[in-house]
């Protein structure tokens, strides 16, 4: 009994009678509001335990010798498929012109319609009896070997289609003056398919594998045969001055994208009325700064985030700006880790027990000073003090 007595003396919630109580409508308002108050914090912090919250952190980035993708997804309006050319360039000194692997090329009309979606360099149409290296036309049961016009590395190299002529012609850094007398090129109608495309659009799609290292790359009236967008201005009665360099990025990212990353050239455009069209470069600048993002299972999400600033560079002076649309990109030294963490089950029974204490200390204090501000009111109404 002795210890019942001692235990019943550390009790530090004394107990009030209750004939000693007095309930008052202000305090059975204030115990709602409370209560209500108390209920939407409880929920809040059930949402957020369930949930995971992304910390972030900032470090320097020492990663060396990666490589990144580059994904894009682009629409010119004004601009044929045959014409546009994606080139790549770094201060390491590696570029890559006129680029035809993982990108895939969409012919639309003047309403954006798709008229043919193709992957660069398939779909050459297959030519009965073509010229052979050895001058003769392709006899029955022989292989085929084109001639590749003096551009040959070695001996047994053979140039089968228009493409692998020109490839030959730009590794050597030669020009062909006159395309209708390669015989691969007459056959599969290299000339007539770009006066087949005049006034057409073109949407083009993929990625480039570029070097983790400052660069750029470019979609610009590709290079035919060693020769510049001028070559085409005879045949398609096109002059270079007025090519019309309207854009819509319907996607741009680098990297592999991850949960929240906000791409901000994703539906941008810069359009022109083709009467009124400008020659010269329009420059995007970008700033990339690596991201890694780990989730809650702790896999690992290595991409990139980027701003950017865009300028319009008229062909005006000497030496004119090549013409094209130009992203010319360098890389943070910082770089951002996101993680993904779940709150843990003792900060949220610390939150739970703060949430309930704190409003019920709150809460009475404010129903005290109701309490006895009514009374004293009414005391000195009862004295005829008041007013």
């Given amino acids: 009994m002795e210890l019942w007595s001692k235990l019943r003396n550390l009790d530090a919630y004394p107990k009030v009678n209750e004939d000693f109580y007095s309930r008052t409508l202000s305090g059975g308002l204030i115990t709602i509001l409370s209560s209500l108050a108390i209920l939407l914090l409880f929920f809040s912090e059930i949402r957020l335990y369930l949930y995971s919250a992304t910390e972030s952190k900032l470090t320097v980035d020492t990663s060396r010798g990666e490589r990144l993708h580059i994904n894009f997804d682009i629409t010119f309006p004004a601009l044929p498929c045959t014409l546009v050319a994606v080139d ?3 201060v390491s000194g590696e570029q890559h012109y006129d680029i035809k692997h ?3 090329k969409t012919r639309i009309d003047n309403l954006g319609n798709s008229i043919e ?6 779909g050459a149409p297959k030519i009965e009896r073509p010229l052979q290296k050895h ?3 392709l006899e029955h049961n022989e292989v085929y070997c084109g001639s590749c016009y003096g551009s040959e590395e070695t001996d047994d190299q ?3 289609s228009c493409d692998d002529v020109r490839d030959a012609y730009q590794k050597k850094g030669w020009a062909i003056t006159n395309v209708e007398l390669i015989d691969q090129c007459k056959r599969e109608g290299f000339v007539q398919r770009y006066r087949d495309e005049r006034g057409e659009g073109c949407n083009i799609r993929g990625f480039v594998n570029v070097n983790k290292v400052a660069g750029n790359f470019h979609f610009a009236p590709g290079k035919n045969f060693g020769q510049p967008f001028n070559f085409l201005a005879d045949l398609l009665n096109v002059q270079p001055e007025t090519y019309n360099i309207s854009h819509k990025i319907n ?4 990297g592999e994208e991850f949960p929240g990353v906000v791409n901000p050239l994703d539906g941008v455009e810069w359009m022109l009325d083709n009467s009124n069209a400008l020659a010269g470069m329009y420059q995007y600048f970008v700033k990339v700064v690596p991201t890694i993002y780990t989730d809650i299972r702790g896999r690992k999400i290595y991409s990139n985030q980027f701003s950017v600033t865009e300028h319009f560079r008229e062909a005006i002076g000497y030496p004119k700006p ?3 649309v130009y992203f010319f990109y360098e890389f943070s030294p910082i770089k951002v880790d996101f993680t993904e963490e ?3 089950l003792l900060h949220f029974l610390t939150n739970i027990c703060a949430i309930v204490g704190g409003i019920f200390t709150v809460a009475g204090i404010i129903d005290s000073f109701v309490y006895h501000g009514h009374r004293a009111i009414k005391k000195k109404m009862e004295l005829g003090k008041l007013g």
């Fill in 251 to 254: 996607k741009l990212s680098f």
């Fill in 342 to 344: 779940n709150t843990s």
């Fill in 102 to 104: 993982d990108v895939t």
């Fill in 88 to 90: 790549t360039m770094d």
């Fill in 158 to 160: 053979c140039c089968n």
């Fill in 322 to 324: 090549p013409t094209g």
């Fill in 135 to 137: 001058g003769g036309r």
């Fill in 117 to 122: 979606s193709r992957k660069d360099r398939v």
